[in-house]
């Protein structure tokens, strides 16, 4: 019998091994998802992502604050998960979601959302809604985050919202860290998205904004009209007369007189909240709203606010209340506030497209001009945004 020479034996050994790991892989590879399994269900499947990254958007909105971190279906659907992983807290109690409910346009109805331990924020929690269409792309009511990556893990070291602060004999985010590290289910996604399961601060940074960047609406009355017109101050087709006169108010400077009276033209309110985005300029300035939820001194630094589509509901009603203190319960009295601007004592960030020749702005509502302002808004709320499942609880 003729023998085989060793450096065939060597190789034919090689590629059983090679066969058999290859076997192995393949089996590991099927088991790999059974904590995601375990944990969602069919709500997260890596075989078949939801679509974050390549959502349609109308031509129109050219705004992004997107930067260099690009939204991609992986990294989304892990910000999805720790969005809505109350994991995330020191008593596992609070989530992201907590406070920005995808059934209010990622915004919350009560005026200060609760957090641990009977703690709560210390401003109302604004809507994260088209979070990314803006040009300013700081974030917070006193734009304290330079940008939405730095945003995201702010709340969770935060001693009232989240707790890790390192605060009081609290951990710090390093815990979280490790914490998260011994989940199954993170393991898995980690591993999914980037090759391992190291947990670091910066890949919650990236996950969460990514998700919270892919959070859109553009399937409403307006944008049905915008994209049937050249551009917002032609009269939409499908908008009632009183919307079409509610959105020239809301486009149109106003014309005011010596002593800051309006005597013509507009409301002015794109000024500040800029079509088609409305989200808003970010050279604004305080509001002349400088209270505190629990009346605690003023608030003069606010400067941030969210864009101004699905301020209600597909149902018509407000996704909660509005500006940072929460003490405007709906659009009539929010466009009421800009009626008569007060000189407030103290109030030295005034933005001053509200002062007219010294005087705080005097705009003469009528009945009819904030009923059709109103109109006008509400056109600017979608549907999708919602009961879109890729938006929703994936532990549910």
Known sequence: ??????????????????????????????????????????????????NYANQGKPAYIVKDNTGTNAVSDVKATLGRVLFYDKNLS???????????????????????????????????????????????????????????????????????????????????????????????????????????ITVTESRLQECLSQFVRSIQSFDSKYDIGRAQVNNDGQNFPNYTAQENTGKQLFLTNPIFDATGSRIGGGLGCNRCHNAPEFDIDPNSRNNGIIGTIGNNGIDIIVTKAP????LINNTGVENGPMMHTGNLANLQTAIGHYGTINLALGNTNLDQRLV???????????????????????????NNIYSDTKWSNPFK
């Open 90 to 196: 020191i008593d596992n109690t609070i989530s992201c979601a907590s406070c920005h409910k995808q059934a209010f346009a990622f915004g919350d109805t009560a005026i200060a959302s609760k957090g641990v331990a009977g703690g709560f924020t210390a401003r109302h929690s604004m809507r994260l809604v088209n979070a990314r269409y803006s040009v300013e792309r700081k974030f917070f009511w006193d734009e304290r985050a330079a940008t939405l990556e730095q945003q995201t893990t702010k709340p969770i070291q935060d001693h009232a919202e989240m707790g890790f602060s390192g605060l009081n004999s609290r951990p710090t985010i390093t815990t979280l860290l490790t914490k998260l590290q011994g989940v199954g289910y993170y393991n898995e996604l980690f591993k999914f998205a980037y090759g391992d």
């Open 307 to 310: 864009t101004l589509r699905d």
């Open 1 to 50: 019998m003729k023998k085989i020479p060793l450096t065939i034996t060597v190789i034919c050994a090689a590629v059983l091994v090679i066969i058999g790991c290859t076997k192995n892989d393949s089996t590991v590879a099927s088991n790999t998802s059974s904590a995601i399994e375990q944990a969602f269900g069919t709500n997260i499947n890596l075989s078949s992502l939801a």
């Open 356 to 382: 007219i020749n010294g005087q705080g702005q005097k705009l003469n509502l009528t009945a009819q001009d904030v009923n059709s302002v109103v109109a006008f808004l509400k056109t600017l709320s979608g």
